[in-house]
């Protein structure tokens, strides 16, 4: 199967920074998009950042502070976290579209276990 395990969350004061990691292993013939996504307490789970080939798409609510990013070779992702608010506090989760097999085409979503990230006023 595929882990994917992040890394990185913090507590950190408002206007702060963090970077995010998440490293993918296990049977990876090939992945497709990324994507960071966040779920605060008692809100539903949002898309904070994706990545896609050379393409990124983020919200307007990070854009401009958050910076996705990955590199291929180590099939990790990154999240780069600036002037950060405390309604970025969330834990905050990775994901990927895997191609397990060679045999196959199908790509799988896979998730981490998410990271804790706290903002403080």
């Known amino acids: 199967q595929v882990q994917l395990v992040e890394s990185g969350g913090a507590l950190v004061q408002t206007g702060g920074s963090l970077r995010l990691s998440c490293a993918a292993s296990g049977s990876i013939f090939s992945i497709n998009d990324m994507g960071w996504y966040r779920q605060a307490p008692g809100k539903q789970r949002e898309l904070v950042a994706r990545i896609s080939g050379g393409s990124t798409y983020y919200p307007d609510s990070v854009k401009d502070r958050f910076i996705i990013s990955r590199d291929n070779a180590k099939n990790t992702m990154y999240l780069q976290m600036n002037s950060l608010k405390p309604e970025d506090t969330a834990v905050y989760y990775c994901?990927?579209?895997?191609?397990?097999?060679?045999?196959?085409?199908?790509?799988?979503?896979?998730w981490g276990q998410g990271t804790q990230v706290t903002v403080s006023s």
């Open positions: 994901s990927a579209a895997v191609r397990t097999t060679y045999s196959s085409d199908t790509y799988y979503r896979f």
